[in-house]
């Protein structure tokens, strides 16, 4: 039987995919365990970069509504089972300590907007479409789409979006910031993978590290920030990877990045946010 999620890796690139395609990719207490298993061997892997996507014609659609009207005298209990998992998913996902590269593949709503916007790339077919979703069932968001639609276009924008409950087209998802980049449909697997070879052949701790500095960056005051990068930016001075940039610079030729210098969180993290 064919998982629901899946992962691979690959050249340093890892593939984190919905595979539920009859369903539009919606999400069910089925994904839970394939779900959890594969970004928890992504967060763990070698890979440099991370892409994740959905097969078929839609990216994520959202909760499973017949699951929903199965189980409506016991809406309650499903939640809970069900943000049990996808908010510690799209949490995992966030906090990948290597590039992570949306690449909407079709249309969204509802919670697949925070899978969407999870990353750190987001890359969109023109066949996309946004749609909020929760307001047309009388429900509020979930998934972290509502903290990841506020910080691209802001309070104001986000709450129309999730009230009005209108359609966005691809264009209008890059005009408002939701998207970073729009390509055909057929382009966008081009697209993707010549970003995520970019990514791969990067610096990766460095990368790391400027994911943390960035989205901590609002949590700090600037004292405490300028600390936290003075000590980031004494470990990257320790890397064999740094020893390449200044060879490549002085020979002027591109570096070759060997990529993670080491596993796991950085000493000098403890104790910031």
Same mark, same amino acid.
């Given at each position: 039987?064919?998982?629901?999620?899946?992962?691979?890796?690959?050249?340093?690139?890892?593939?984190?995919?919905?595979?539920?395609?009859?369903?539009?990719?919606?999400?069910?207490?089925?994904?839970?365990?394939?779900?959890?298993?594969?970004?928890?061997?992504?967060?763990?892997?070698? /890979?440099?970069?991370?892409? %994740?996507? @959905?097969? !078929?014609?839609? $990216?994520?659609?959202? =909760? +499973?509504?017949?699951?929903? &009207?199965?189980?409506?005298?016991?809406?309650?209990?499903?939640?809970?089972?069900?943000?049990?998992?996808?908010?510690?998913?799209?949490?995992?996902?966030?906090?990948?300590?290597?590039?992570?590269?949306? /690449?909407?593949?079709?249309? %969204?709503? @509802?919670? !697949?907007?925070? $899978?969407?916007?999870? =990353? +750190?790339?987001?890359?969109? &077919?023109?066949?996309?479409?946004?749609?909020?979703?929760?307001?047309?069932?009388?429900?509020?968001?979930?998934?972290?789409?509502?903290?990841?639609?506020?910080?691209?276009?802001?309070?104001?924008?986000?709450?129309?979006?999730?009230? %009005?409950?209108?359609?966005?087209?691809?264009?209008?998802?890059?005009?408002?910031?939701?998207?970073?980049?729009?390509?055909?449909?057929?382009?966008?697997?081009?697209?993707?993978?010549?970003?995520?070879?970019?990514?791969?052949?990067?610096?990766?701790?460095?990368?790391?590290?400027?994911?943390?500095?960035?989205?901590?960056?609002?949590?700090?005051?600037?004292?405490?920030?300028?600390?936290?990068?003075?000590?980031?930016?004494?470990?990257?001075?320790?890397?064999?990877?740094?020893?390449?940039?200044?060879?490549?610079?002085?020979?002027?030729?591109?570096?070759?990045?060997?990529?993670?210098?080491?596993?796991?969180?950085?000493?000098?993290?403890?104790?910031?946010?």
């Amino acid at each position: 039987m064919d998982k629901s999620f899946l992962w691979s890796i690959e050249d340093g690139i890892g593939r984190l995919t919905f595979n539920r395609p009859e369903q539009a990719n919606a999400l069910s207490l089925g994904l839970r365990d394939d779900m959890l298993d594969a970004i928890a061997r992504a967060a763990e892997s070698d /890979a440099r970069v991370v892409v %994740l996507s @959905g097969t !078929g014609r839609m $990216f994520c659609a959202d =909760g +499973d509504i017949g699951e929903f &009207a199965l189980h409506r005298e016991q809406v309650s209990p499903l939640l809970d089972d069900i943000l049990g998992y996808v908010h510690p998913a799209v949490q995992r996902l966030a906090s990948l300590p290597m590039p992570l590269i949306c /690449a909407l593949n079709g249309p %969204l709503g @509802g919670a !697949g907007i925070g $899978f969407a916007l999870c =990353g +750190d790339f987001v890359l969109a &077919a023109d066949t996309v479409k946004l749609r909020g979703g929760y307001c047309a069932l009388a429900l509020s968001p979930d998934g972290g789409a509502s903290y990841l639609l506020t910080r691209r276009v802001g309070a104001a924008k986000a709450k129309q979006i999730f009230m %009005l409950n209108r359609a966005l087209s691809a264009e209008d998802c890059l005009r408002l910031g939701i998207v970073d980049e729009v390509h055909p449909a057929v382009e966008l697997a081009g697209a993707v993978d010549r970003l995520a070879h970019e990514l791969a052949a990067g610096p990766t701790s460095a990368f790391a590290r400027v994911k943390r500095l960035c989205d901590t960056a609002s949590m700090h005051t600037l004292p405490v920030h300028l600390e936290l990068e003075a000590a980031l930016m004494q470990r990257s001075a320790t890397s064999a990877d740094f020893q390449e940039g200044l060879n490549a610079f002085r020979e002027k030729r591109a570096a070759r990045f060997a990529g993670w210098d080491a596993r796991g969180p950085d000493p000098e993290l403890a104790g910031h946010a």
